[in-house]
């Protein structure tokens, strides 16, 4: 057995007779939740009745394809998918909670019957049974036998999904329920319907709910980050004021030094100043220095001179006197010369 029934009430005691009332009493579990198959609806159905079954087939797809009690039903790769929505998405349904009509529908109506199907009557249902083994045909005992007098009518089509196709198509279980209960009133006959149904529009809630959640979350989220955000904006702000009042001060730290080293010149310049009229006072005092020397020199010619000018006459008279004597030397010396001659030789 490769199909594993989960949630199955087993009724103890006397067996029921009617299919029905055994099929009421079961508690369904759907398999996995939002299949996608192997296979595209692009838009909705031609469905077509099934003579002598409440059940519509689509001759044109390629697929498995059926409509029973308000539901869509696909038989693709030996599971059973069932989904209110034409192009799913699709639940895994179990064979014991397959709708006996369902069931019952001929192998010539199967677009795409699996191999195992080969040298089965073309105008009889499948041999499941056969097929599932003898654990779910005592579970589905008399699958195969009802009063063809009584069949069901067939559920309305939901001809208002025809609407919905492409990019308008509803892929969420809340818009498909949504829509469903603005457009479609129908309430399923069988108990295996109505229950999968009513599992599918739980889990529509619960997805409107996680929804929700996830949106409350995502808004959470969003503010979180928002905050987070502003949190980081505000702190890129204080660290853009520190970075500015970094900048101002050193800024002014600059100007200050700068006005410091300003102080130092304007400092330079007034010792070079001072330094400069301290020079110049020197070169005028050295200046009046020498002029005073000058002056001096000049007052000791002047004196010189005076003195030269007093002295001068005595000078000349003593120059006079020194000339006489001269003079009276050099006669008296001229005078033996000539005597020395004179007594020497007799003549002058």
Known sequence: MRYLILFMVILIGPAISSQAQAQSQLSISIGNRGVSLGFVMSTYPTLVRIPGYPVYYDPRVDANYFFYDG??????????????????????????YVPLFVLRVPVRYYRRPPVYFRGWRYDAAPRWGDHWGRDWERQRSG???????????AAPLPAYQRHYSGNRYPRQLDQQRSIESRSYRYRPRESVSRQILDQRRRGAESHGRQQQRQQQDDRQQRQQQDDRQ???????RQQ????????????????????????????????????????????????????????????????????QQRSQPARNARGADNKDRKGRTDKDKDKGQKDDHRDGSGHP
């Open 143 to 153: 699958w195969d036998r009802w009063d063809r007098r009584s069949v069901p009518r």
């Open 71 to 96: 539901l869509y039903w696909v038989f693709w790769d030996d599971n059973w998918y069932s989904s209110t929505w034409y192009d799913g998405p699709w639940d895994l349904v179990p064979p014991a």
């Open 240 to 307: 853009q004021d520190v970075q500015q009042r970094q900048e101002r001060n050193a800024r002014q730290q600059q100007d200050v030094r700068q006005q410091q080293q300003l102080r130092g010149r304007q400092q330079q310049d007034v010792q070079l100043q001072q330094q400069q009229k301290a020079r110049q006072q020197q070169s005028v005092e050295q200046q009046q220095q020498l002029r005073g020397r000058q002056q001096q020199d000049v007052q000791r010619q002047q004196q010189r001179r005076a003195q």
């Open 230 to 236: 502003q949190q980081q904006q505000l702190r890129g």
